[in-house]
T-cell receptor
C-alpha cells in the first residue's frame, strides 16, 4: 500500500464550480500535512498547511481527520488558473523528516 | 529572486556519462533536500542535509548517486554512469528549522539518450 494515496483524476470542472480532493495516508505517526500545487513541468509550490482544526485560505479549505488518516482540499468558485496538479503531502515526526508525496490529483477548470 | 535555485534547468546526455547538478537553497535555510520526480508520480525523497551533514539517504539512492554540501550552503548531486531509468526531474528543496515547509527550486530535467 502506498504511503499517501490520491485519486489521480483528472477532474474536469466548469468555472465557478466547487471541487473536493481527498487523500489518505498509511503512517499513523505522520505529524505534518500539506497541500502543494504543481503546474505542468514546474516545481511543486506550497498551497497550504493542513491543521487538525481545519483551515481556510480564501477559496481553499483544508481538513484533516487523524482518526481516519484522511486529508481533504476543497476549492470553491474554481478559476481557470486553478488548473494544476494538487499533491497531498505528509511528514513524520520531527522537522528533519522528508516529505512523502502522493501522486497528485489533476484538475482542469474549463471555461 | 531569493528562492531555491537549480542549475542546469535541462540536461541531455548519453547513457554512461556522468552528470552533476547544483542547488543553491534559500540563504537562511539550513536544511536541504533532493527529490526525484518521474512522469505521473509525485516527488520521491533521495537525500537530506542539515548544514553540511548528510543525515539521511533513501534506498532509491544507488551507489551511482552521490550528494555533497561541503560548506553547508549549495549542494551538488552527481550521477555516475547514467542509465535510461535515471531520466527524471531532480528537485531540490530547502527549509528553515523545525517543521517549516519546504520550498522547491525549478528542478533539473535530465534526459538520457
Amino acid at each position: 500500500r502506498k504511503e499517501v494515496e490520491q485519486d489521480p483524476g483528472p477532474f474536469n470542472v466548469p468555472e465557478g464550480a466547487t471541487v473536493a480532493f481527498n487523500c489518505t495516508y498509511s503512517n499513523s505517526a505522520s505529524q505534518s500535512f500539506f497541500w502543494y500545487r504543481q503546474d505542468c513541468r514546474k516545481e511543486p509550490k506550497l498551497l497550504m498547511s493542513v491543521y487538525s482544526s481545519g483551515n481556510e485560505d480564501g477559496r481553499f479549505t483544508a481538513q484533516l481527520n487523524r482518526a481516519s488518516q484522511y486529508i481533504s482540499l476543497l476549492i470553491r468558485d474554481s478559476k481557470l488558473s486553478d488548473s494544476a496538479t494538487y499533491l497531498c503531502v505528509v511528514r513524520g515526526l520531527g522537522g528533519n523528516t522528508p516529505l512523502v508525496f502522493g501522486k497528485g490529483t489533476r484538475l482542469s477548470v474549463i471555461a | 529572486d531569493t528562492g531555491v535555485s537549480q542549475d542546469p534547468r535541462h540536461k541531455i546526455t548519453k547513457r554512461g556519462q556522468n552528470v552533476t547538478f547544483r542547488c543553491d537553497p534559500i540563504s537562511e535555510h539550513n536544511r536541504l533536500y533532493w527529490y526525484r520526480q518521474t512522469l505521473g508520480q509525485g516527488p520521491e525523497f533521495l537525500t537530506y542535509f542539515q548544514n553540511e551533514a548528510q543525515l539521511e539517504k533513501s534506498r532509491l539512492l544507488s551507489d551511482r548517486f552521490s550528494a555533497e554540501r561541503p560548506k553547508g550552503s549549495f549542494s551538488t548531486l552527481e550521477i555516475q554512469r547514467t542509465e535510461q531509468g535515471d531520466s527524471a526531474m531532480y528537485l531540490c528543496a530547502s527549509s528553515a528549522f523545525g517543521n517549516q515547509p519546504q520550498h522547491f527550486g525549478d528542478g533539473t530535467r535530465l534526459s538520457i539518450l
